[in-house]
């Protein structure tokens, strides 16, 4: 059966962090590891209840400050020093408005807070997709089943006829559950190698 629909996720595939000095000497300042502000930031209770839509993305950054005694005032400054080495694959950006280009449906399915779609926009790269499945949009985050069949019914497409780019093993096994092909993203070039293979099928 043909593909018909490519599905990426965002961070980790698209956004990814390339430099890791800003957030290391963000973590050093509140005398933390890296891996302890990366924890606080994106597995946090708040982050998981963002990530759900159950609070919105402001209200979870400010728990993140509340807890670092930070005053709100600070906010913007944390988050550019936080986000300071991320970048986004500008390149991937490009393949995949060429795979729109080809009739393939170019699906966004990520857990997200509430602010990816503006962030998307502001970046001038939300045209390269024709649907997006946003966590705390659904309600429902990766591996659950419930957005990965909402992307699915976005793209009108059977699990069979489409490929989910991911970084997380445990994101790629629940998609192939229901059918879907995966392609587990651990660098751009094999990435792309191990996507094109199934698009050459």
Known sequence: MSIRAVFFDFG???LRTEYQAPRQKLAERFNMDYDDIDQAVFASESSKRASLGEISEEAHWLEVLKKLKQPASELQAFQDAFFG??????????????????NIHTGLISNAWSGLREYMTKEKVIDAFDSLAISSEIGAVK???????HALQQANVNA???VFVDDFAVNI????????KGV?????????????RFLKD
Request: aromatic share 6%; hydrophobic share 35%; glycine share 8%.
């Open 12 to 14: 980790g595939v698209i």
């Open 143 to 149: 591996p659950q089943t419930k957005i990965y069949k």
């Open 160 to 162: 069979e006829e489409s």
């Open 184 to 196: 587990l993203f651990k660098d751009p070039q094999k990435g792309m190698r191990d996507l094109k």
């Open 85 to 102: 080495g991320d970048v986004i694959d500008r390149k991937l950006i490009l393949f995949i408005r060429e795979l729109r280009e080809k």
């Open 173 to 180: 096994e629940a998609c192939e559950k229901l059918g879907m």
